[in-house]
């Protein structure tokens, strides 16, 4: 599956209107508006196909590995394959890793071979006598495609500064690990890299603002996000390791309440809701789990309604999506779940066992000496 995050229609919108805009009138100040921003939006969707031919490219090496990729989502600052599950060896980490870049230099030959092949026969000799006259010459498929090419040479060499979670750091940490058979180790330097790469690029983007270049901002941000991707990359290897082995049962909640589905709502708020900390219960009806209910399904219900609806009359019944099996893997459950989400129950057959949130994971990694690690 694809997914497109909503910062992407930031860049896009950002990539189009500097194209349509400012470059290609600047090549081309005998193109009207209309020619301008089709080839600037057409430039556009073919930018973010790369990025996701790109991602496409780990992800299918991934796969051929064994490695579960779900899907693959793209953001403001390009794009991620989501693997669920890390390279078993420092080979399928330098094979994965690599193909990404290779995939956007691939791409970039491509797009500049085609560009020269539909440009004027003398488009060379003019690029190196006057490179706007040059320009001028292209058509809008060559003029795009003369775009094109670069960025996807610009994307391989940005990918592989030897940064994790860069395709480069990826990469760099494939060769500490077959040197020091140590997967932790060569993560930690690794990201080591990536967090000083970042802060020298939010450096370069302070000055460059300080000094009147307010396009250093955009160096900041990428920066900012390179140097947070790192350390939550770190802490996610951290966390997966740890949990190797655990069940949803080992880090469950198991002191909760669970309420009957013919109970008020006037009751529920009453009784439970106002009572505990609890979030998330669980509705029955006899000994069988029906539904749930929180102070989501409950805070639409007007104060005069209360006290005549019953909770099998406003309770959640997507039993699929908040629950989850007693001896399901830990960490899988855990990226079921994001940040502050509603908790899910544990059941055993049709019988609710626990509670699982990702505060409760988060208290028992804790609790957990990291000495469980194997190198």
């Known amino acids: 599956d694809v997914y497109l995050d909503a ?30 921003w089709t080839t600037g939006l057409m430039a556009g969707l073919l930018f973010f196909l790369s990025l996701l031919l790109h991602e496409m490219a780990h992800s299918v090496v991934a796969r051929s590995y064994g490695i579960p990729v779900p899907r693959i989502t793209l953001f403001m600052f390009g794009g991620v394959s989501e693997m669920q599950e890390e390279p078993t060896s420092p080979k399928q980490e330098f094979w994965i890793a690599i193909v990404g870049p290779a995939m956007s230099l691939f791409l970039g030959l491509v797009f500049t071979a085609l560009a020269s092949a539909l440009a004027p026969p003398d488009f060379g000799a003019m690029l190196v006598e006057d490179q706007q006259a040059a320009l001028a010459s292209l058509a809008p498929l060559p003029t795009l495609l003369f775009w094109l090419g670069p960025v996807n040479f610009i994307l391989a060499i940005f990918n592989m500064v030897p940064g994790f979670p860069l395709d480069g750091g990826r990469v760099l940490r494939a060769g500490l690990w077959w040197m020091t058979g140590n997967l932790e180790q060569a993560t930690r330097w690794a990201a080591t890299g990536g967090r000083i790469f970042g802060w020298v690029l939010m450096l370069i983007g302070a000055l460059e603002v300080l000094s009147g270049v307010f396009q250093g901002l955009w160096l900041i941000l990428i920066g900012w996000f390179i140097t947070s991707a790192a350390s939550s990359s770190y802490s996610q290897l951290l966390m997966r390791r740890t949990l190797q082995g655990c069940r949803v049962a080992d880090v ?33 009806s006899g000994d069988r789990l029906v539904g749930f209910a929180s102070l989501d399904t409950i805070q639409e219900i007007e104060p005069a309604d209360r006290p005549g609806k019953r909770l099998r009359d406003i309770m959640r019944t997507d039993l699929d999506k908040l629950t989850v099996p007693a001896n399901a893997d830990a960490m899988k459950a855990m990226e079921r779940m994001s940040y502050g989400s509603m908790p899910m129950a544990v059941v055993r057959g049709d019988e609710v066992v626990g509670l699982l949130s990702q505060e409760d994971m988060v208290k028992w990694l804790t609790l957990h000496p990291r000495d469980r690690l194997s190198a």
């Open 7 to 36: 910062s992407v229609i930031i860049i896009f919108a950002l990539v189009v209107w500097i194209l349509g805009g400012n470059v290609f009138p600047s090549w081309h100040p005998e193109w009207g508006l209309g020619v301008s």
């Open 252 to 284: 469950m909640r198991t002191h909760f309440e669970t309420v009957d589905a013919d109970l008020t709502v006037a009751e529920f708020i009453d009784d439970y809701l106002l009572k505990s900390s609890q979030r998330l219960w669980p509705v029955t």
